[in-house]
C-alpha cells in the first residue's frame, strides 16, 4: 500500500492574493483580510472598531467601492458602509447583528496545463490514499478526479474547515482502500480558543486489518504573512493537537501527513517530530529524496514542509518511500532536477510542492 500527501494548490480556481508570482501584493491582502474577517464579528463596533474596519478596508481597495482586485465586500443585507458623494465613507452597522455580509478574496482560473500536470503528478505517484491539501471543494475534487485521473480513485471526500480561502483538505482512496469512517476537528479548542486554521480531519481506511488506517490530514499555520512569533506558536499549538488526537486513537495504524508548513528541527513541530513516537517516512533507509530533503520551492532542507509521519507498527511495515518533484519548477529556469515536458515556464507547474508517499507492506501489519 502506498500512502502519499500532496499539496495542489487548488485545482480550478484560486484565490488573487495566493498566486505566488503577485506574493509582495498578496502579503499585505491576506493580513488585511484576516484582520477584517475579525473585526467585523465584534459584537458591538465601537469608535475605534469601526477606524479599523475602514483602515483594513481601504487596505483591501475596500473603501470606495465593494469590489477591488483581490478581495470583495458582501453586503447581503443590512448596510456597514455608508458612501456619500463627496467621497466620506462611514460604518453605519451598530454590530454583528446589524447587518448580513462579509469580505471574500477574489479569484482566477487556475492555468489548464498546470492542472494536467497535477494530474500527471498523481498518476505518476498512484498512490492508494492519498491527502490531498489544498482543494477548493469535495465537488472541485471529485470532478478533478473524474476528467483527469482516469477513475483511479473511487472514493474521494474533502470537509469544509477553517480557512475562507478555499484551501481545505480531503483524501482519495482506490477501491481496494475504501473509506469507512470521518471524523472532523473543525470546532477543537484549548486554553487559547480554536485550535485548527483549516482542519484536522481523521479520514478512516477500511485496510484488511482488525482496525482501519487512520489518516491525520494536516496544513498548519503558514509562514507566510502575519509575525513570526505569533506564527510559530500558532503552529506549535496546532502540532501539540495533532499529537493529542493521534494518540487517543485506538488503531495502531496512523498516519499523520500533510504541509506542516516548518522543518524537522524547528521548534513548532517539536510535539509531533520529537515528543512523540511518529516516525517521519523519510527517515528511513529504504527512502529516496532524489539527492534533495526538501518538498518544497527549491526543495533545499530549509524547504522540507511536507510530511508522512507513521505510527510505529505502520514505520515497521515501511519498505521506503519517496519524493516526486518532476511536477514542481526546479529553480528560476527549471533546470535543478528533471521536470515533466510538459512544463516550458513556471506557471505549468503542477504545484509549488512536491508529492511525498510511504510503502506499506500490508503482510508486515
Known amino acids: 500500500m502506498r500512502i502519499a500527501s500532496y499539496n495542489v494548490e487548488n485545482l480550478f480556481n484560486r484565490a488573487k492574493a495566493l498566486d505566488q508570482r503577485t506574493w509582495a501584493a498578496g502579503r499585505p491582502v491576506l493580513e488585511a483580510f484576516a484582520r477584517a474577517g475579525e473585526l467585523l464579528e465584534e459584537p458591538v463596533y465601537t469608535d475605534e472598531v469601526k477606524r479599523e474596519i475602514l483602515r483594513e478596508l481601504a487596505r483591501l481597495g475596500l473603501r470606495n467601492g465593494d469590489l477591488a482586485r483581490f478581495a470583495r465586500l458582501r453586503q447581503n443585507r443590512g448596510r456597514l458602509l455608508k458612501r456619500a458623494r463627496d467621497g466620506r465613507v462611514e460604518v453605519v452597522a451598530g454590530g454583528r447583528a446589524d447587518w448580513i455580509g462579509w469580505v471574500e478574496l477574489t479569484t482566477d482560473r487556475c492555468d489548464e496545463q498546470a492542472l494536467l500536470n497535477t494530474a500527471r503528478v498523481i498518476l505518476d505517484v498512484r498512490a492508494d490514499v492519498l491527502g490531498v491539501i489544498e482543494a477548493e471543494s469535495r465537488h472541485a475534487l471529485k470532478r478533478f478526479t473524474e476528467g483527469g485521473l482516469r ?170 518511500g519517496g519524493i516526486e518533484r518532476k511536477g514542481v519548477w526546479g529553480g528560476r529556469n527549471g533546470v535543478l532536477w528533471p521536470i515533466y515536458d510538459t512544463m516550458t515556464k513556471a506557471v505549468h507547474a503542477g504545484s509549488d510542492h512536491a508529492a511525498i508517499y510511504a510503502d506499506i507492506d500490508l503482510n508486515k501489519l
Open 151 to 320: 477513475g483511479l480513485y473511487h472514493h474521494i471526500m474533502v470537509m469544509d474547515g477553517n480557512d475562507e480561502r478555499g484551501i481545505d483538505v480531503g483524501v482519495m482512496s482506490t477501491q481496494a482502500f475504501p473509506l469507512v469512517g470521518q471524523r472532523t476537528h473543525v470546532d477543537d479548542e484549548d486554553e487559547r480558543g480554536r485550535v485548527f486554521s483549516r482542519d484536522c480531519p481523521e479520514y478512516h481506511i477500511d485496510i484488511g486489518r482488525a482496525e482501519p488506517l487512520v489518516v491525520l490530514v494536516n496544513h498548519l499555520k503558514s509562514k507566510g504573512y502575519g509575525g513570526k512569533v505569533a506564527s510559530d506558536a500558532t503552529r506549535r499549538r496546532q502540532a501539540a493537537h495533532v499529537r493529542r488526537i493521534y494518540e487517543a486513537q485506538r488503531s495502531p495504524y496512523v498516519v499523520v501527513l500533510g504541509d506542516l508548513n516548518d522543518t524537522p528541527e524547528s521548534d513548532p513541530l517539536a510535539p509531533l517530530l520529537r515528543e512523540s513516537d511518529l516516525r517521519d517516512v523519510s527517515t528511513h533507509p529504504g527512502f529516496s529524496d532524489g539527492g534533495r530533503p526538501g518538498t518544497y520551492g527549491s526543495c533545499t532542507a530549509r524547504n522540507k514542509l511536507d510530511y508522512v509521519l507513521l505510527s510505529p507498527a505502520l514505520f515497521a511495515a515501511a519498505t521506503g
